[in-house]
């Protein structure tokens, strides 16, 4: 089945349209083992290193399964190199979807013009038709997942699933054809289900928040230190399956509701609230410490990190803020401070 890939800091595409269209969802991630040679011919290398990693896959050229792209507002960095991306990309369909920065009235109206012209744009160039009982029906398949995915989740907090393996799970879930991801997520619930929590012995309990962390290798690297990611904010995690989509309100208002009530992320406004949302989750799973990961040169979570810093300093929970390069090879050269936390919380 042909694919759309989903350029999106922020987890906003509504995937129930592309569903609906008949075509899979395609989350596009970074690859840390290449670098970014020919994006930088484009972008200053202090852009964002991940959506230069992006932009270097794309014009290398993606599997030929993507027909088409679909670019989410989400950072100034994602916003401004779409306009690359148009004129690299050889792909007929691409297209910028607005997804608001507030979360007003307002913005609410104008997700949803945004979104009935992605239908139409869709329909136009696929020669589909896409209907608001597809939709709804696409709604109630991504719900599953989401509640799947939850109560998958919370086998992190019970220690007996890593963070890294579910990690793995929320990207496959980000790409692959949904049935079949129900499919995985079911087997994968009942298999937990049937497991013993794992030692907890020096095991240090932390949320994992941050840039758009899509590297599970990396997640590995903090477990080999002694970590276990026992919740996270990030959108492969927690922000693409806490809450779901209202089934009983007209399909493009529900999932307009949806993507401007979910936790927020840091390129929202106002985007301190992201503080409230960590600060909820820390508590409630009585974690050991917070881990902060800024991507290099990602803006959005460089600005939110000296408030969220003065904040968690003032309620005495163990805080740890990282800048890190996209690439594995840097991973070790950040264990001395990523143990050093280790050693205190
Ligand atoms: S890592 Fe940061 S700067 Fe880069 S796309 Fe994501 S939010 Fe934007």
Redesign the pocket.
């Known amino acids: 089945m042909k694919k759309i890939g989903i350029f999106d800091?922020?987890v906003e595409t509504p995937e129930e349209i592309i569903l609906a269209a008949g075509l899979i969802p395609y989350r596009l991630f970074g690859d840390p083992t290449i670098e970014p040679d020919k994006a930088n011919e484009h972008i200053p290398p202090t852009?964002?290193?991940?959506?230069r990693n992006?932009l270097e896959q794309a014009i290398k050229g993606f599997d030929k399964d993507i027909i088409g792209i679909i670019g989410a507002h989400?950072?100034?960095?994602?916003n401004r190199?779409f306009d690359i991306w148009i004129e690299c990309l050889t792909i007929d369909f691409m297209f910028f979807l607005n997804s608001p920065r507030k979360r007003d009235e307002s913005a609410l109206r104008f997700f949803i013009d945004d979104m009935k012209e992605l239908i139409i744009q869709l329909e136009e160039h696929f020669n589909v038709k896409i209907t608001p009982e597809k939709i709804s029906e696409s709604i109630k398949k991504m719900n599953v997942i989401r509640k799947l995915l939850k109560e998958i989740s919370e086998f992190r907090k019970k220690m007996i699933l890593k963070g890294s393996e579910f990690h793995a799970l929320v990207k496959l879930a980000q790409q692959q054809n949904k049935d079949e991801v129900i499919n995985i997520l079911q087997s994968k619930l009942k298999e937990l289900k049937t497991k013993e929590p794992f030692p907890e012995k020096n095991v240090k309990k932390v949320l994992l928040t941050?840039?758009?962390i899509d590297d599970t290798e990396f997640i590995k690297h903090l477990e080999d230190l002694g970590f276990h990611i026992i919740i996270d904010d990030l959108?492969v995690g927690t922000k693409y399956f806490w809450n779901t989509v209202d089934e009983n309100e007209e399909p493009i208002m529900a999932l307009a509701k949806y993507h401007l009530n979910k936790p927020i992320?840091?390129?929202k406004f106002p985007s301190y609230e992201r503080f409230e949302v960590i600060k909820n989750l820390a508590e409630i799973y009585n974690v050991d410490g917070i881990i902060n990961i800024?991507?290099k040169?990602?803006?959005?979570?460089l600005y939110d990190h000296p408030y969220m810093n003065k904040k968690f300093k003032e309620l005495e929970i163990p805080y740890l803020f990282v800048e890190v390069t996209y690439n594995r090879e840097s991973y070790n050269q950040l264990s001395t401070r990523f143990s050093a936390f280790a050693e205190i919380i």
């Open positions: 800091s922020g852009h964002c290193i991940w959506t992006l989400g950072c100034d960095r994602t190199e941050g840039s758009d959108g992320y840091s390129t800024a991507q040169f990602c803006e959005p979570i």
